[in-house]
């Protein structure tokens, strides 16, 4: 069976999304192998729940945490697109937002978080800072851009990021994980470096 | 603001500061910042300092008198000053921050650890000799946690002694809390000890957000050093910025116009509200109250977009320049505010109703925590935690600056000291600081917003301090210039170092769950505190 269909988001246009080419390309990996009719429709269905139930982590450092509790909060409110169960646990949690610098001390704090989270599990790095060290690039205690330590799904940018910002890296993340193979994890192993640009 | 300069050297620095803490009760250590002069060179006069050092600025709460003691040694191998921290419990954490850049040893010093970077970091990064770089690569192994410390004692013929110090008994019960934990605000790390469920002692662990600022500052052009105060406090992020321009528009001479000033002083109590406002949010959200939390963050957006439209930024907001303002006011400034003010009195009336008065709020919060007058002080816990525990110390007050000599206000003034005190001095001081701008709104006076300045900002060589009154408590900035267009020494007194230091003694005998309760009411930014 082929995974024809394309990551959809309510109301929002396909073509309104940037980089849809990475997506495509993730299709395209899917496909090569081809798939069992029940398992591809058990994907589907699979991918379809978990796309709406991305539980992010409460893990800030600085400035971007900030406006990550103001999407949390009423005007934003992410609980819309099934983000809204923060979890402060991270064996509970699905996605870690990296909203924040992060430092020497920090780096190893932050990659033994990312391992006590369950599979499958995401990252997005949220502003600047997270990106490539952003303002404190020439720092000599800050990590240029959290894609050293760990695996980013989605890059957000911004010094901090705006609230819409956010939610349209989350919506990012979510048609990424609505084109993933939740049997066999294809997508898994090419997790390593940069893969797309929010 | 220049005040009284003493060079003393570090042999008498002992007796002398004794007497101006007993004779002239300089009972308030402002700022405790390490110096590297750099090694004697050929034509320096008797004034020149040179070696590691430590510039102390003083006040006197009962006179209002201030001092600023510099002392330094030229010892580069083994440097090593007395520890004042019998003196000011508040300089027991900046004399071991000072350790941690310079590698200066306090002898004397209970606990000579160091603060912010890790125990396996090779070299002092702020000496002006150390490549702090090319010694430390990013190490991903977990960072041990060592439990004992050292006191260092100086030995009749000069040479250095240590005795090993255990911070916990093996038998103590040591829970860790943090960095990655919702009520610590941040990255901040906790180490306690418990009796049950009774605290016991806190070994605070900071620097996980530590980012070099203060070093960074060193290589950039004085606008430049602008963009970064923003990134320290967030929440005040207005002031800080505020306080840094001031301190080189001080330097250069230059005198900002009349409607800067007040431009500046609406800026700073509308970030001021915006900051109260969140701290009540986070309170309530850390003591299981999310609608309060919702509440809080509804009324925040208001001032978020008020200070968006004319600054362009919603949290970091770089509107501040040396000498001016980035932009005029937007024409729709003086409306919106105007339909601000009425409602958020409204909505401060709801946050009563909903928090204040409630049964649990009050248990959890009335007689917790309790800070004395005389601890405030020698901790140097301003701000709100300060004035909650009867300490007139807001600099609005004491040194006003900007437009704050012509408004009328009334500094919020609590003698309790405890967790519900520090909660109501800052949902009045909403009240407070709409009154200011109220009284300023109406009449901005016309102007320029930004006075002239040379492409290229040197400032002459000199030290200057300035301070305004943060979100939480007293900002300074020590500016230290050699002639370049890069400052030779930036250091920013952080108003959140002091609050985690009086952390340990506010919990000791406090349950565990009153930590967050604390922790929540001091009100601590974490990125202010590490830099």
Same mark, same amino acid.
């Given at each position: ?198 | ?17 004794? #007497? ?17 002069? =750099?090694?004697? %060179? ?11 050092? !430590? ?13 600023? !003691? ?18 000011? /419990? ?6 071991? %921050? ?32 150390? +490549? &702090? ?8 192994? +977990? ?9 260092? /004692?100086? %030995? ?9 110090? /255990? ?20 990255? $901040? ?22 980012? =070099?600022?203060?070093?960074? +500052?060193?290589?950039?052009?004085? &606008? #430049? ?70 509440? =809080? ?31 005029? $006011? ?13 409602? $958020?009195?409204?909505?401060? #009336? ?20 309790? $800070? ?24 609005? /007050? ?17 003698? %309790? ?21 109220? #009284?300023?709104?109406? +009449? ?15 400032? &002459? ?6 301070? !305004? ?7 300074? !900035? ?8 890069? &400052? ?7 108003? =959140? ?35």
């Amino acid at each position: 069976m082929e995974v024809t269909k394309k990551p959809k988001i309510k109301s929002i246009p396909y073509e309104e999304f940037k980089d849809n080419e990475t997506l495509e390309q993730l299709v395209k990996q899917l496909n090569e192998g081809g798939t069992n009719v029940v398992v591809g429709v058990l994907d589907d269905l699979i991918d379809w729940g978990r796309s709406n139930s991305l539980w992010p982590l409460t893990f800030a450092t600085s400035c971007c945490g900030i406006e990550f509790m103001a999407v949390c909060a009423a005007r934003y409110d992410i609980a819309r697109f099934g983000f809204e169960i923060t979890r402060n646990s991270p064996r509970q949690a699905d996605v870690i937002l990296v909203s924040g610098t992060i430092t020497h001390k920090m780096a190893p704090v932050l990659r033994r978080l990312y391992e006590q989270m369950a599979d499958p599990k995401y990252v997005i790095a949220v502003g600047g800072c997270a990106v490539s060290g952003g303002p404190f690039r020439k720092s000599y205690h800050v990590v240029q851009g959290v894609d050293e330590i760990l695996p980013v799904d989605v890059y957000i940018p911004g010094c901090p990021p705006r609230p819409e910002a956010f939610l349209y890296g989350m919506m990012q993340l979510q048609r990424k994980v609505k084109v993933e193979k939740f049997f066999g994890g294809v997508n898994k192993t090419k997790k390593e470096g940069k893969e797309e640009q929010a | 603001m220049n005040q009284e300069t003493l060079h003393i050297a570090s042999a008498e620095l002992l007796a002398k500061m004794k #007497q101006l803490k007993e004779v002239e009760k300089m009972d308030y250590l402002r700022s405790l910042t390490g110096m590297d002069w =750099g090694t004697p %060179e050929e034509n320096d006069t008797q004034e020149t300092m040179r070696g590691l050092g !430590v510039v102390y600025h003083l006040e006197s709460t009962s006179t209002g008198k201030r001092i600023c !003691v510099k002392t330094s040694t030229l010892d580069r191998e083994h440097p090593h000053l007395p520890s004042v921290c019998h003196l000011w /419990k508040g300089a027991e954490l900046p004399e071991r %921050e000072v350790y941690d850049f310079f590698g200066i040893i306090f002898t004397g010093h209970p606990d000579m650890r160091r603060l912010f970077l890790r125990e396996d970091w090779v070299g002092f990064p702020f000496r002006k000799d150390n +490549n &702090p770089e090319a010694e430390n690569p990013l190490r991903m192994t +977990n960072e041990e946690t060592i439990d004992t410390t050292y006191i260092y /004692k100086e %030995e009749a013929n000069g040479t250095l002694s240590r005795t090993e110090r /255990k911070l916990f008994e093996d038998d103590e019960y040591v829970i860790n809390i943090g960095p990655q934990h919702p009520a610590t605000h941040g990255v $901040l790390r906790f180490r306690a000890s418990l009796v049950g469920e009774e605290i016991n002692k806190i070994d605070v662990h900071c620097g996980y957000i530590h980012r =070099g600022i203060e070093k960074m +500052n060193e290589s950039l052009t004085y &606008p #430049q050093t602008l963009a970064l105060t923003d990134r320290l406090d967030y929440l005040s992020a207005m002031q800080s910025r505020h306080a840094l321009c001031m301190c080189i528009e001080q330097a250069m001479g230059v005198e900002v116009s009349d409607r800067v000033k007040v431009i500046r002083t609406i800026m700073d109590e509308l970030q001021r509200i915006d900051s109260h406002i969140l701290f009540f949010a986070c309170l309530c959200q850390d003591m299981g109250a999310t609608t309060a939390f919702l509440y =809080g963050f509804r009324d925040r957006e208001k001032i978020l977009d008020i200070l968006e439209e004319t600054c362009g930024g919603r949290l970091i907001i770089n509107y501040n320049t040396i000498g001016g303002v980035q932009a005029d $006011l937007h024409p729709n400034f003086v409306k919106r505010v105007k339909e601000l003010i009425p409602y $958020l009195r409204k909505n401060i #009336q709801e946050y009563h109703d909903i928090f204040t008065g409630n049964i649990i709020a009050q248990q959890r919060l009335k007689g917790t925590g309790v $800070l004395s007058r005389e601890d405030a002080i020698a901790f140097g816990a301003t701000g709100g935690t300060g004035r909650a525990s009867g300490w007139a110390c807001d600099v609005r /007050k004491r040194l006003p600056y900007a437009a704050y000599d012509r408004v009328d206000f009334k500094e919020i003034v609590y003698t %309790e000291g405890d967790c519900f005190a520090r909660y109501m001095v800052r949902l009045d001081e909403i009240e407070q600081s709409l009154r200011i701008i109220e #009284q300023l709104i109406d +009449n901005i006076p016309e102007g320029s917003i930004q006075e002239k300045m040379k492409p290229i900002i040197r400032l &002459p060589e000199g030290s200057w301090y300035t301070a !305004v009154e943060s979100s939480r408590g007293e900002f300074g !900035v020590y500016l230290e210039s050699r002639g370049d267009k890069s &400052p030779y020494r930036l250091h920013y007194r952080s108003t =959140g170092l002091p609050l985690v230091a009086v952390v340990d003694s506010l919990t000791r005998g406090a349950k565990i769950a009153d930590l967050i309760a604390i922790g929540g009411t001091l009100d601590y930014i974490v990125p202010d505190i590490d830099r």
